[in-house]
Every structure is written in C-alpha cells, then in structure tokens.
C-alpha cells in the first residue's frame, strides 16, 4: 500500500508517517513547509529507518499533483495540508477559503484523473457547532462553526459527501479531530507553531522552558467543575495510528463517513496545567484572564465509532501524553529550528 500524505511534515502527518512506514506501508510526502519544516521529513526517516518520496509542493498547484501521481503509484491520500489557525482565519478569512478549499478540490481532481478512489481527510470536533449535545456523536448534524478554518472543514466535508455520492468508486473518511497533544516518544518529532502558540499545550511548554513567562488562562467562569474549559485531549500517536485503522477500512470496502477522534474523557484547562507541573517540575506561573471569544465550555468526543467500526483503541493517559509532549519540547526549545 503507498499513500500519499499532503502536509505530510506537520505535526499530524509526521506522526502519521511514523506509524505508516512502522507498518510496512510505503508513503510519498507532498509538503509546501509553510508550517513545517524539511527537518521533520528527515527525522522521520531517522526514527523508522525507511526512505520515501518527498515533493516540496503546494498542493494547490494542480501540475505538481499531477506530477506526484505520474511518478508514484498512490493506492491512497490522507490530506493533511491546510491553514489551521483559528484566529488568523477570522482576520484573513479568504486566505483561508481560496487555500483549504483550493488544496482539496486540485487533489481530489488529480486524484480522480489518475483513478485513485480512497481519500482520508483531516477532519475537527470543530464541525459540529456550538448547539449539538456533548458529548459529540457523528450522527449529530454539522453546527455553524466559531471561525472561517472551522467552516472550510464543514464544506470540505459536504464536498466529499457530495464526490462520494457522484462517484461510487470514491470512498472518503472524515477523521474529526478533538484536541491532538503529545510527542512522538524519541523527542524527534513533535508540534512546532511557528510565532506565539495559540494552543494550550504549546504555550504551557514555552512556558515550562522559559521562553514565555506565564500562562494566561482564558476564563475561569464558565459552567464547569472548576470554571475553565474542558477539552478531550487526544495523543499524537494514538491519532496517528486511527489513520492506519482508516486505511485497513477503506481497503475491505468500508463506507465513507465521519469518525470522531478523542479519548472520550474531558480536561479543564487547570487539570492540564497541575499535570504538566507535576509532570515538567517546573512551575508554570499562570494567570487568570477574560474568556477568549468563540470557545465552547466543554467539547468532548463520543468515540464508540471509531472502537466499533475501526477497532481503535486510544492507549495512552494524559500524564504519559504531557510527558511525551514535554521530552519533544525540552530537546527542542526552539521547534525544528533548534
Ligand atoms: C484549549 C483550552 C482555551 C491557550 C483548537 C481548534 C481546534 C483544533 C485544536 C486545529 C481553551 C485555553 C488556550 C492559552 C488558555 N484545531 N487556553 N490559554 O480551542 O479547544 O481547539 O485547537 O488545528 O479546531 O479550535 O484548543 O489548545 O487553543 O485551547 O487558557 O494560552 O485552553 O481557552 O479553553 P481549542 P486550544
């Protein structure tokens, strides 16, 4: 099996790679590293030991697509490429339209000229909305989203509804992510936001560091145990490895459709910083501030699904995931770039 990951660099896809080549799967990397970096293409060489194709591409550009599929035989796409930050797409959201939309459309197109029929798309918790019940269940209808990157997942997704139902050689998973956290284990690969990080996580290890000098907690009064929000939290790996089960599905005829990836438990955001504590030693100064606008109080995944149709089982506890996290970070106090 050879897949093809686009933003196969990222934080996502890199961890994903991992898992693949572990497998025995063959990949082909199509990244334009305008979030990523050359560097995690060779570490993830270094951790599995296997060499692969990478294209230094924008996908969006439909020649160089062409091109990857002329020169590889690709049994399947897993499209990870695409803007993701939730507040530069509320400032600059037609960047955000034109790119993600624009990056799916040219690689289904592409696909469908070279007859290449399974796609696996990185997917958000997002999509559902702010009215739906928690916890979040797929067959619960897609919400409108808090932010314009929110909505080019919701219309990726009616895209794929709408190929899928055109053409029955096409089958589609929308994998939809809670909030993916953690680190490879070896420290060579791990998330690495460029500018100042607008995730928890990230922000709570340039903190433990020393490159921030505090948290700030975006609100303590909302309707929860402690009055900070409440996430599920999902390892890195453990979302890495739900792709491989995707890909076994597509591959014994699996229908198309959502699939929610998170552990099924919640974190507020005072659990998480008492954790990484525990976890880092260090001390993490946090400070309480306003609410940050458009965040729900509570977003938790049902993942009854994804155990029952895909037989994934998410492994490791919020200690562990912190704990990977960290060895990444702390090897890496300056992400890839040193
Ligand atoms: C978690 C909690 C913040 C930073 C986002 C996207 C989602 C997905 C994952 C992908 C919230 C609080 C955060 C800080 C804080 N996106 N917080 N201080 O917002 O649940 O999900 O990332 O690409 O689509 O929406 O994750 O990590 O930003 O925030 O108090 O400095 O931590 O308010 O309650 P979120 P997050």
Redesign the pocket.
């Known amino acids: 099996m050879n897949v093809l990951l686009t933003g196969g660099a990222g934080y996502i896809g890199s961890h994903t790679a991992v898992e693949l080549l572990n497998r025995g799967c063959d990949i082909v990397i199509a990244d334009d590293y305008s979030n990523s970096s050359p560097v995690a293409v060779e570490r993830i060489r270094q951790i599995t030991g296997r060499d692969f194709p990478a294209y230094h591409v924008d996908v969006t550009d439909c020649e160089a697509v062409r091109r990857i599929f002329r020169e590889n035989k690709i049994d399947c796409v897993i499209h990870f490429a695409g803007k993701?930050a939730?507040g530069e797409s509320v400032e600059i959201p037609l960047s955000y339209y034109r790119t993600n939309l624009d990056a799916a459309l040219t690689v289904l197109e592409c696909m469908k000229e070279a007859g290449v029929s399974r796609f696996i798309f990185s997917s958000?918790?997002?999509v559902y909305g702010s009215l739906n019940p928690i916890p979040y269940r797929e067959d619960m209808p897609r919400g409108e989203c808090s932010?314009p990157?929110?909505t080019t997942k919701a219309m990726i997704e009616k895209i794929l509804e709408d190929a899928c139902h055109a053409d029955s050689t096409l089958s589609a998973v929308l994998l939809r992510?809670f909030?993916?956290i953690g680190a490879h284990p070896s420290g060579l690969i791990g998330e690495d936001p460029q500018g100042i990080?607008?995730?928890?996580?990230p922000?709570i290890a340039q903190v433990a560091v020393g490159r921030r000098e505090r948290?700030?907690?975006?609100?303590d009064d909302y309707p929860t145990p402690d009055g900070?929000?409440v996430?599920d939290y999902i390892h890195v790996r453990d979302l890495a490895q739900a792709h491989l089960l995707a890909l076994e599905y597509l591959d014994r005829g699996g229908e198309s459709g959502p699939f929610n990836l998170g552990s099924g438990d919640g974190f507020s955001?005072k659990e998480i910083v008492e954790t990484a504590r525990k976890v880092t030693g260090k001390p993490i100064p946090a400070t309480m501030k306003p609410r940050?606008p458009g965040?729900p109080p509570t977003?938790i995944a049902s993942n009854h699904k994804a155990r029952e149709v895909l037989g994934w089982v998410p492994q490791r506890g919020l200690e562990e995931i912190i704990a990977d996290a960290w060895a990444w970070h702390q090897s890496h106090p300056n992400g890839y770039d040193g």
């Open positions: 993701k939730v958000s918790a997002t932010s990157y929110g992510y909030n993916p990080p607008n995730n928890l996580l922000y948290l700030m907690v975006f609100g900070t929000c996430r955001v940050r965040d977003l």
